[in-house]
């Protein structure tokens, strides 16, 4: 019976053995197709990416790919009788393919890994739309790199970078387009969202992600609809200043509705000398302004240079002639205004908040021994005194520049008739450079005229006007008060709303120079 059954075990093995298997490989396995070599992804999905023409899959350094000529990546490829999707391009597949002149990729190509191109003869490319990352995350390093040249100091050849309409691309990474120096030019599709900015936030690198090492990156647009926008050679996404794309840049004016600078964003910009920031900023992150990293550093002690080296970067910017710091700011980061200030000492920091922001470091100008003027308002001084710009106040006013700024105007609302007069009070400190002028929104309804620290204002016509006071510093608005007046109609007691029609004037009062700038 045991043999018997033995027996049968053995026929029906014999019998599994002489039955065909169906063709195919396991993950990883390695094969050529029309002289091209293609890794399996995922068999069970019958994926593919093209690889070297080593036939080896990249582990570190590489020699150069023989690839040749005009190449055609087809959307599918045959290996054992099976067909399978290609669906990327591998890590250095191309590297150094010096005569690749040409290259076009299937339709249905999900990826491009870091470095697949570099150091190529290609001139020219046609990214295909189902692509949705172009460099990064594939490099075996761990680390994104750039994806057509071989590095920022060895260029590539690449002029002309095309995305294929309807672009499905969301991850342009790090370093993507570093070394293309000879693309003047880029587009980026709108469904990007991500650019590989958040590859360094330490705050000590001027970080541009995938545009990092371009030397035409102020060139860049997007497409209608992307979250990111060049704004005269800044890079905002939203509501945030990413980065400035160009470091040569001498001033800036951060656009209205931006309540975050990123850290690094201005990283050495050791030319721009004056910083407009906007009401309703928040946040200024580290490094934002740090124009000299390396201050203060040095590298003694080196064989056959008894001197050591200098590191560049390390001397001051000496450059800052203004900066405003809105009273919406409640945080500053790290290495503010790092190495900027003039070494004449006539720097301008315009604190407009009665509340001083957090400052996360106390270290705020590395070159604190230059000085600075801290322009501040009056009924704030102890609370910078006792900030982080504490030992920055002058509250003496050193070398008879007056700082400090207050102002009031009183009453709040007034009322007069027609050809009636009020007398209106105002009181100021404003400091050396400054100016103080007086407004009418409504000169038809309500005229002014100043003497001394009286304001006579005159009805002129029924209606209501705002007599506005205000003190400005090299455009920037310090302080402002104002008072609402009502015009009635002669023999009235009513109060028109309106007139048919309006003008405003200003009026700048003479200021005694030798008081300060004071109005009293």
């Not at 290609?86 to 010096?98: L, M």
């Not at 106390?362 to 504490?390: M, V």
Request: net charge negative.
């Amino acid at each position: 019976m045991k043999k018997r059954m033995l027996a049968m075990v053995m026929a029906l093995c014999l019998a599994l053995s002489l039955l065909p298997v169906t063709a195919g490989a396991v993950d990883g396995t390695i094969f050529q197709y029309e002289n091209i070599y293609y890794h399996v992804i995922d068999d069970s999905a019958r994926t593919v990416e093209v690889i070297h023409s080593s036939g080896q899959i990249v582990s570190g350094s590489i020699g150069d790919s023989t690839y040749s000529g005009a190449i055609t990546i087809p959307a599918k490829v045959l290996n054992e009788g099976e067909t399978y999707t290609v669906i990327g391009i591998g890590e250095r597949a191309f590297f150094h393919a010096s005569n690749l002149t040409s290259i076009t990729l299937p339709d249905g190509l999900q990826y491009i890994d870091s470095g697949t191109f570099n150091g190529s003869g290609l001139t020219t490319i046609t990214i295909p739309a189902s692509v949705t990352r172009l460099g990064g995350y594939g490099d075996s390093t761990g680390q994104p790199s750039e994806v057509f040249a071989v590095s920022s100091r060895e260029p590539c050849s690449l002029q002309t970078i095309t995305f294929a309409t309807g672009s499905q691309l969301t991850t342009l990474a790090n370093n993507a387009l570093a070394g293309c120096d000879s693309l003047s030019a880029l587009e980026i599709p709108a469904g990007v969202t991500d650019l590989g900015l958040d590859s360094n936030s330490q705050g000590n690198n001027r970080n541009l992600g995938a545009l990092n090492g371009w030397v035409n990156a102020k060139n860049v647009t997007f497409a209608q609809g992307s979250p990111f926008e060049n704004v005269d050679g800044i890079l905002y996404k939203g509501d945030t200043l990413c980065v400035a794309l160009d470091d040569t840049i001498t001033s800036v004016t951060v656009r209205e509705g931006t309540k975050e600078i990123g850290d690094a964003a201005f990283f050495l910009c050791k030319n721009l000398a004056n910083i407009t920031l906007p009401d309703g900023l928040e946040k200024i992150g580290d490094g934002a302004f740090n124009f000299a990293p390396l201050f203060g550093t040095s590298i003694p002690g080196i064989p056959g240079m008894p001197g050591g080296i200098t590191i560049p970067g390390a001397e001051s910017a000496n450059v800052l002639n203004q900066i405003n710091i809105p009273a919406t700011v409640t945080e500053v980061g790290a290495d503010f205004l790092k190495g900027a200030l003039k070494e004449n000492g006539t720097s301008l920091i315009i604190m407009q908040g009665t509340t001083p922001p957090v400052f996360t470091d106390t270290t705020l100008f590395e070159n604190a021994e230059n000085g600075a003027k801290i322009i501040y308002p009056e009924s704030a001084q102890a609370a910078y005194e006792s900030s982080a710009l504490g030992s920055y106040i002058d509250s003496t006013g050193s070398g008879g520049d007056q700082l400090a700024y207050s102002l009031t105007l009183t009453p709040a609302s007034a009322s007069v008739t027609v050809s009636g007069t009020a007398a209106l009070t105002v009181e100021s400190e404003v400091p050396t450079d400054a100016e103080l002028s007086i407004s009418s929104n409504n000169s038809a309804v309500a005229s002014i005229q100043q003497s001394g620290n009286t304001i006579t204002v005159t009805g002129v016509s029924a209606g209501t006007a705002t007599i506005t006071a205000s003190i400005t510093l090299n455009g920037v608005p310090l302080t402002s008060a104002a008072c609402t007046v009502t015009v009635n109609a002669a023999g009235g007691t009513g109060t028109s709303s309106g007139s048919s029609g309006s003008s405003s004037t200003t009026y700048s009062p003479t200021l005694d120079v030798s008081d300060g700038g004071t109005i009293k």
